[in-house]
């Protein structure tokens, strides 16, 4: 098990860039995938990015392919998650997520510790 904190969030003009930050407590290096999800209010949470155990292979949701880029440093036990051309719709709650096991990789079941969150806001 390890514990996740987020940072990072805030209020952004759309248009505008965030970057959030996935401190572990633990090694990361052994864990399959990290990921980051969102959760807007009233909505499901749902997959936003991951990245593999290497940070070799990335993956995107189709709706920030393109605009956001998640990257791992294994020695440093973090994973970002860089936001650009933030759009209102991307306001949500972030939150940075671990996979120990196999599995869908955006199917937020298969993670096993997350973090507390992060408030991002995007204005139009």
């Known amino acids: 098990q390890v514990q996740l904190v987020e940072s990072g969030g805030g209020l952004v003009q759309a248009g505008g860039s965030l970057r959030l930050t996935c401190a572990a407590s633990?090694?990361?290096?052994?864990?399959?995938?990290m990921g980051w999800f969102r959760q807007a209010p009233g909505e499901e949470r749902e997959f936003v990015a991951a990245?593999?155990?290497?940070?070799?292979?990335?993956f995107y949701a189709d709706a920030v392919k393109a605009r956001f880029t998640i990257s791992r440093d294994n020695t440093r036990d973090t994973v970002w998650l860089q936001m650009n051309s933030l759009e209102p719709e991307d306001t949500a709650v972030y939150y940075c997520a671990a996979r120990w096991n196999g599995g869908s990789r955006s199917d937020s079941n298969q993670y096993s510790d997350w973090g507390q969150g992060t408030q991002v806001t995007v204005s139009s």
């Open positions: 633990g090694v990361i290096a052994g864990i399959y995938t």
């Open positions: 990245i593999s155990g290497s940070g070799e292979r990335t």
